[in-house]
């Protein structure tokens, strides 16, 4: 039952090999694609036709690599700008709300803290639609109104950075205000005692003291923003992100080069996740 | 301590502009997009012709139920396969092997959704590896094509989603006390009853919180119905998409988005309602 009770060996036994077949149904897809990326075929598929690297470095023309396959490249550099910008304007905006939320307080709170929280339950095709609708709109306004057109409100770069950011700034703002919650206020009132300003206690003290949940707040915001598909989907013009690029090629028959993608994919989000939960460790 | 107002306005007004710019206006929009149409003489005029198409068409209400259907099996599946996973992690690893054991169970969900339905996408299909694993074997003659079925679907849903419900469920199950159960075990419960009166009663609100973050996502999912359902997957999203890219008639689309908006509200409302949860406690 529990480890301080005595268990019999076929229910030790039963339950490692769950696990044990869990964990497989978890990784099976990811080592398949990964273990593919080397194959010397032109086929995402068995049999194994010896270790080649081909599908990152082939220059052509029979086989290109990832590394001279501009259009991949260029919707990796796309998803790169897209995750910069929008980690940026949600860490700034998240920690901003949760400062709103945890240390003011002002009429309408609570239909405010509602609305923050909603994106948690609108679906992200939805957020995408009506972000897409609402550009439309405000778009044709200023068209009539005053004869002017501006590109961002038509599906492009820009839409995607806001349509993004209008859902990923309530997971900043939950992670920070979390962190917040624990911040002695004693220390502020000693800071400002002995004569500092408002804002030199803000900036000294209580962001040093948040800054290891802002960086995993903005680790997880860049991860986030980088593989979304349902919301970018909709507010996408012709600078697709990785995942929307990487989509319209599985669907239309696929290469092993986007085994090789997906392994640098899931090498570098390893690796942003450990940085995450090491400073989310430091947080506790 | 007072805060000057400018200190005020400063968290407050980027807020308030996230608000009501990407999240208030947008979701307005759709819904007076909703009610809009063309007359006979192709005038914008407000009519109930969206949603009434809705109703005396079959397709379309065959598939918000199916979508909503399915999403409710998936919620299910994914609470069967996380239970024993969660009490093992929490209840039965050694101490040591737990903290590897959470990094292993969120690692693959760090992975973009698409890269891992492309994975399964390889070992399922009908060149795919399991095929060609089970030829090699004798185990079949003829290739079977896994890929594009409900079942299939519902799997890769259940794997997309698992994260959600398992890592709740984790977390209560670390706040019960083992001596309940040891109790419990002393004046002679079995497992079953131990499970029925003590364990799953005190993991109520992670039940709930997972189920609710599972069943939104399945229903608001389009990447895993559209590739691993085949043509006929028939998922309510694909439908809003299609009214919107492919046929674009946004007014149409809204009605759908804004319908399933509703649906989503509604059941997650409901789980909260019956419950007793608040949308901020199931978020955190």
Known sequence: MIRSLPRSKTYNWSFNLFILAYFTFLFAPLLVTCVLAFNDSNYPSLPWQGFSLDWFLAAGPERIGLFHDEQNLRSILTSFQTAFFVSILSVVVGTCASFLFEKENFRFKGVLYFLMLAPLVIPGVILGISLLLAANTAGMFFEDTFGLDFDVFRPSFWLVVFGQFSFITTFVTLVVSARLRKFDISLEEAALNLGATQFGVIWHITLIFLRPAIIGAWAVAFLMSFENFNTTLFLVGSEPTLPINLYLQVRDGSTPVINAISLMLIVGTSLLAMVNLYFTRKDE | ?284
């Open chain 2, 1 to 284: 301590m007072t805060r000057s107002r400018l200190g005020f306005w400063i968290f407050f007004a980027p807020v308030l502009l996230w608000l009501l710019l990407l999240i208030i206006l947008p979701h307005l929009d759709l819904l007076t997009m909703s009610f809009r149409g063309e007359d006979d003489y192709g005038d914008a005029v407000w009519t109930m012709q969206n949603y009434m198409n809705f109703f005396t068409e079959p397709v379309y209400w065959f598939t918000f139920v199916r979508t909503a259907l399915y999403a409710i099996i998936t919620t299910f599946i994914t609470f069967l396969l996380a239970m024993p996973v969660s009490f093992y992690i929490a209840k039965l690893a050694r101490t040591r092997v737990q903290g590897a054991l959470m990094i292993l169970l969120l690692l693959p969900f760090w992975v973009s959704e698409l890269v891992r339905i492309y994975g399964w996408m390889i070992l399922l299909r009908e060149s795919g590896v399991l095929n060609f694993l089970m030829l090699k074997l004798g185990i079949i003659d003829t290739p079977i094509e896994m890929l594009y079925n409900d079942a299939t679907m519902i799997m890769g849903l259940v794997y997309t989603s698992m994260l959600f419900m398992v890592v709740p469920l984790i977390s209560v199950m670390e706040s019960l006390d083992d001596s309940l159960i040891e109790a419990a075990h002393d004046l002679g419960a079995g497992p079953l009853t131990i499970w029925r009166t003590i364990i799953i009663p005190h993991c109520k609100p992670g039940i709930t919180s997972g189920a609710i973050v599972v069943f939104m996502l399945a229903l608001g999912n389009y990447l895993t119905p559209n590739l691993m359902g085949g043509k006929n997957s028939l998922w309510f999203t694909e439908q809003i998409y299609n009214q919107f890219i492919a046929s674009f008639n946004w007014n149409q689309g809204s009605a759908f988005g804004f319908l399933l908006l509703v649906l989503s509200s509604l059941i997650i409302w409901v789980g909260l309602k019956v419950t007793g949860q608040k949308l901020g406690e199931v978020a955190s």
